[in-house]
């Protein structure tokens, strides 16, 4: 019996795509935008919403409140700021 070395392969994807609404412009280079998603209870099977907001980068402060923009997973830039947009 040869022994050998296993290999294994990480085939790196892109990160998945996240759409919501910008709800602050307040900050430098930085948007907080809310992603609302639907969600099923597992017993009562009722579906609720749920929101959960991400602070994004982004450099050209033009979008206003109420923007569309789509995001995605990057590097992290500060404690709480690891998205970066995509486009509007």
């Not at 948007?31 to 099923?40: E, G, N, P, S, Y």
């Not at 995605?72 to 500060?78: K, V």
């Amino acid at each position: 019996m040869e022994k050998g070395i296993i290999k294994t392969s990480k085939i790196q994807g892109h990160a998945p795509k996240l759409s919501g609404t910008v709800v602050s412009n307040k900050m430098e280079k930085t948007l907080v935008v809310a992603v609302d998603t639907l969600k099923t209870h597992p017993k009562y099977l009722k579906q609720y919403k749920s929101t959960k907001r991400y602070k994004v980068h982004t450099e050209e402060k033009k979008y206003a409140l109420g923007d569309k923009v789509t995001f995605e997973e990057c590097r992290p830039m500060s404690k709480e700021k690891h998205h970066t947009i995509v486009s509007e």
